[in-house]
């Protein structure tokens, strides 16, 4: 069973790309932790457009997904590995500073 639950807050903007496979969405996440972990979430589809819609540097989300590896070989051709969240399910924890006081907290699932 791969299943992985994190809370955090987004380091960085969220990047979305338009790929064949579909809409992809990335953002790196440091993670509730001591010592601070930081690993990159990837959203797809529907949750991939919501999450770049919604998501902006500084706000706190919890992800659920999986842990995935991927290999790969860098320009400089080394290999390299790379290790990653494929999330299913991102909620919201806070509301954006422009949104209204009575806004609710949003849980944004495929």
């Known amino acids: 069973m791969n299943v992985l639950s994190l809370t955090g807050v987004l380091a960085a903007d969220p ?30 589809g529907q949750l991939a457009g919501r999450c770049a819609q919604h998501l902006t540097s500084g706000r706190h989300v919890a992800v659920s997904g999986q842990l995935l590896c991927e290999e790969y070989v860098t320009r400089a051709g080394e290999r390299a590995t790379r290790w990653f969240s494929r999330a299913t399910a991102v909620t919201f924890l806070d509301r954006p500073t422009h949104e209204t006081p009575g806004a609710q907290m949003d849980e944004v699932a495929p």
């Open 15 to 44: 990047v979305r790309r338009d790929t064949n496979k579909g809409v992809v969405c990335e953002f790196r996440l440091a993670v509730d932790s001591r010592p601070r972990l930081w690993i990159v979430v990837q959203t797809w």
